[in-house]
């Protein structure tokens, strides 16, 4: 259950900081971006699902004496995994996507549209088409 819920608040962390360095941010700002903009998703997930496992951590229950233990093991890893979200995960994303490209890996046009051209480039074109169109 804590594995689960890491890894979706981790998606929308890096989701998040993904759009933004796609934006032509710096790896750095958008992995702090993402960890700050996503603080309250990520700490209202983690929150209700702390608060349901309390129940069973405290064992108060008929029986809770053998589930306490799985309980108490839930809590400390979604708190082990809310930490690794909000402060070890955009420290990661920020070293690895440093020198990558922003160019997306879709294979979809719309996804990753042409380079413009510089105008010294445009100009160089537009006087080849129009020798091409004298002859």
Do not use: C
């Amino acid at each position: 259950m804590a594995a689960g819920v890491g890894v979706a608040n981790s998606t929308l962390v890096i989701v998040f900081a993904e759009e933004r360095r796609s934006l032509g941010i710096s790896a750095k700002t958008a992995a702090i971006t993402g960890a700050a903009a996503r603080l309250r998703p990520v700490l209202m997930t983690s929150i209700a699902m702390i608060a349901g496992m309390v129940p069973m951590a405290l064992g108060m229950s008929e029986g809770g004496d053998r589930t306490a233990p799985l309980g108490r093991a839930v809590i400390g890893g979604l708190l082990v995994s809310t930490n690794a979200v909000l402060l070890v995960l955009p420290l990661v994303y920020a070293l690895v996507q440093k020198k990558a490209s922003r160019k997306g890996a879709s294979l979809l046009p719309e996804d990753n549209p042409e380079p413009e051209e510089d105008d010294q480039h445009a100009t160089d074109r537009s006087r080849l088409e129009e020798q091409i169109a004298g002859v």
